[in-house]
Nanobody
Framework: VQLQASGGGLVQAGASRRLSCLAS????????VAWFRQAPGKEREFLAA????????YYSDSVKDRFIVFRDNAKSTVYLQMDSLQPEDTAIYYC????????????????????WGQGTLVTVSS
């Protein structure tokens, strides 16, 4: 499995941004994908995840009212729609997968995900 994240950039506070995570390799609908972010000087933080069957979604409390995760299996892509962005959302955003988990989301810890995209930087100006 290989992942490629994209969609980052510079946005103003209050704006929206959609990130994409394009997957290749193993059959896309056989594993779950998660989004994390890492701000300068902080640990990598779980944001959201979508189970392989698309019916089960997971969110951290910090973003559940502003971010939406969804997947398009036909495009082998998972998206993270981010609304009402604030300067504290400035970070490098990563998508990750655990192809060994049997398609379920079994962890919200970044250390438990063996496959990562390269990260995409989102900068929110005030």
């Amino acid at each position: 499995v290989q992942l490629q994240a994209s969609g980052g950039g510079l946005v103003q506070a209050g704006a929206s941004r959609r990130l994409s995570c394009l997957a290749s390799g193993r059959a896309f609908n056989s594993y779950s994908v998660a989004w994390f972010r890492q701000a300068p000087g902080k640990e990598r933080e779980f944001l959201a995840a979508v189970r392989y069957g698309t019916s089960r979604l997971y969110y951290s409390d910090s973003v559940k009212d502003r971010f939406i995760v969804f997947r398009d299996n036909a495009k082998s892509t998972v998206y993270l729609q981010m609304d009402s962005l604030q300067p504290e959302d400035t970070a490098i955003y990563y998508c990750a997968a655990d192809p060994t988990a049997g398609g379920v989301v079994r962890s919200f810890l970044w250390k438990d995900y063996p496959v990562w995209g390269q990260g995409t930087l989102v900068t929110v100006s005030s």
